[in-house]
Nanobody
């Protein structure tokens, strides 16, 4: 059973930074991709960033490009999301998810991921 545990959420003022962590219960090299999604109240869950484990290639939503950075640490079985220059519209529950296999379109949508964490809350005040 794969477990993903997010941590690092909290409350910050606009312009501040947070680093989220996603710790996997097994080697992250067992996955093709790991992504971060976010969901605000009353809104859909949207992808924020993806890292392709083997290549270390990354992809970002347009709304976070240049502000967020996704990375991985294989020795710790952990994927990070560094969030800088936070805006009030970044406030949401953030989830990490892992995909086992390559899929057409490349880990873009929720259905491309097999395992999900429980989420960590991010609040940004203006």
């Amino acid at each position: 059973q794969v477990q993903l545990v997010e941590s690092g959420g909290g409350s910050v003022q606009a312009g501040g930074s947070l680093r989220l962590s996603c710790a996997a219960s097994q080697s992250i090299y067992n996955f093709y991709c790991i992504g971060w999604f976010r969901q605000a109240p009353g809104k859909e869950r949207d992808r924020v960033a993806t890292i392709y484990i083997g290549s270390r290639n990354t992809a970002y939503a347009d709304s976070v490009k240049g502000r967020f950075s996704i990375s991985r640490d294989g020795a710790k079985n952990t994927v990070y999301l560094q969030m800088d220059s936070l805006k009030p519209e970044d406030a949401a529950m953030y989830f990490c998810a892992a995909g086992r296999a390559a899929v057409p379109g490349g880990c873009t949508n929720m259905q491309d991921y097999n395992y999900w964490g429980q989420g960590t809350q991010v609040t940004v005040s203006s």
